[in-house]
């Protein structure tokens, strides 16, 4: 089974104390923007804001008045960290059977909701047993608390290690035209071979964060790119994304509404092949091999 996700996906990473710190009015008004533009799909993760955004999310959630069957949580559980919301001594992960459970409970009590649409595993851990991974999703799926189950972080054989027991529909990767290993390391090959759909977090990459000569590059040719399709420099990064065959949905983190309402049309643009190469040559500074 794979549950329907928005072409973009809301990530909710900067919306609270790590970032925007926006109030719970803030974010249910953003949850419509969001919807409005076709974003139905939110990302989560249980350490965000400090294990405090699932909570205020959900606030907002209940406060939008939206119908829960209009909208996709995704929540990702697994990394244990020390900070004042949680008595950890160390920081570490665990994917033992009674905390991946646990914490599903605990994010579908903050979210204010009875399923998640989808769960991910956060980060691989040396210390993982795909055999209680399994038992726990397969709980959990039963019980009607997840409908979709996937990964984030991990490498192609660790994911074999997982799908060996369960079901693996996603894999949440750090993808972009800056970032692009994935690409050439085969793991986007292997999850097109088993039905894996991957998501991309930081799907910008570094081209308006650093200084470097690709990003120098990529810069002067989006002005271009930009001047052709009519959106901005983001848009045109998403799109380029979208066209890889592997389905990649992108994870938008901004919450800037003109930006938000951009986003969509990520999916409209058709790059020519020539532009789509152009992106990758300008990020790597030389030819495709």
Not at 30 to 47: M, Q, V
Not at 50 to 61: D, I, K, Q, S, V
Not at 190 to 203: F, G, S
Not at 232 to 258: E, F, Y
Request: proline share 4%; aromatic share 10%.
């Amino acid at each position: 089974m794979k549950t329907k996700l928005s072409p973009v996906i809301a990530g909710t990473m900067s919306w609270g104390k790590w970032d925007k710190n926006l109030t719970p009015k803030e974010m249910a008004n953003l949850i419509h923007i969001c919807l409005e533009n076709k974003i139905s799909t939110f990302d989560h993760a249980d350490i965000y804001g400090g294990y405090t955004t699932e909570a205020e999310f959900g606030l907002a959630f209940a406060e939008s008045g939206i119908n829960r069957n209009l909208l996709q949580f995704i929540s990702k559980c697994g990394i244990k960290m020390p900070n004042g919301n949680r008595d950890y001594k160390i920081k570490s992960y665990d994917y033992s059977k009674e905390y991946i459970i646990w914490s599903v409970e605990n994010s579908l009590k903050n979210l204010n909701t009875d399923y998640l649409d989808v769960l991910l595993l956060h980060r691989p851990s040396p210390l993982i047993q795909a055999d209680e991974v399994a038992e726990a999703v397969e709980k959990l799926k039963s019980e009607g608390k997840i409908l979709d189950f996937g990964l984030s972080n991990f490498t192609n054989l660790q994911t074999e290690l997982i799908r060996s027991k369960t079901e693996v529909s996603y894999n949440q990767i750090q993808f972009s035209a800056t970032d692009f290993q994935p690409m050439i390391d085969g793991s986007l090959d292997y999850m097109q071979l088993h039905n894996i759909r991957p998501m991309a977090w930081n799907p910008l990459g570094t081209v308006f964060r650093a200084k470097s000569d690709a990003a120098r590059r990529l810069k002067t040719l989006l002005a271009d790119l930009v001047a052709k399709y009519h959106v901005g420099s983001d848009t045109i990064l998403l799109a380029w994304i979208l066209q890889h065959p592997a389905k990649i949905i992108p994870i938008a983190g901004t919450v800037n509404v003109a930006r938000l309402q951009q986003l969509p049309k990520a999916e409209e643009i058709k790059l020519t092949q020539d532009e789509w190469f152009a992106i990758w040559t300008e990020s790597m500074g030389n030819e495709v091999p």
